[in-house]
């Protein structure tokens, strides 16, 4: 059974950082495209970060780029989001997702974690 668990949200300061992980059970994640997204209440949920399969290479949303960083542990079969500077609109349910295609929008995704909350406040 395929599945992908995400891990690693909390609450967290302004400033601050987080480690995300999502690990994946069934299928080998370095053959997927692996994608972060984001949902805040009352607002549509939006990509974070792709990194293409193979640790290929990766994207950004503007809002985050230069303060998270994707990668992957292909050893270990999960891939991690590393939150540096974490601002209060970064708040949200994160979620990773595979894609059997490539990077893009959210109905490119085949599988999807639960989400792990962060919450940036102080």
């Known amino acids: 059974q395929l599945q992908l668990v995400e891990s690693g949200g909390g609450l967290v300061q302004p400033g601050g950082s987080l480690r995300l992980s999502c690990a994946a059970s069934g299928f080998a994640l370095e053959y997927y495209a692996i994608g972060w997204f984001r949902q805040a209440p009352g607002k549509e949920r939006e990509g974070v970060s792709c990194?293409?399969?193979?640790?290929?290479?990766?994207n950004y949303a503007h809002s985050v780029k230069g303060r998270f960083t994707i990668s992957r542990d292909n050893a270990k079969n999960t891939v991690s989001l590393q939150m540096n500077s974490l601002k209060p609109e970064d708040t949200g349910v994160y979620y990773c997702a595979a894609s059997t295609t490539l990077c893009g929008g959210a109905s490119l995704y085949d599988y999807w974690g639960q989400g792990t909350q962060v919450t940036v406040s102080s």
């Open positions: 990194m293409k399969m193979s640790n290929g290479r990766t």
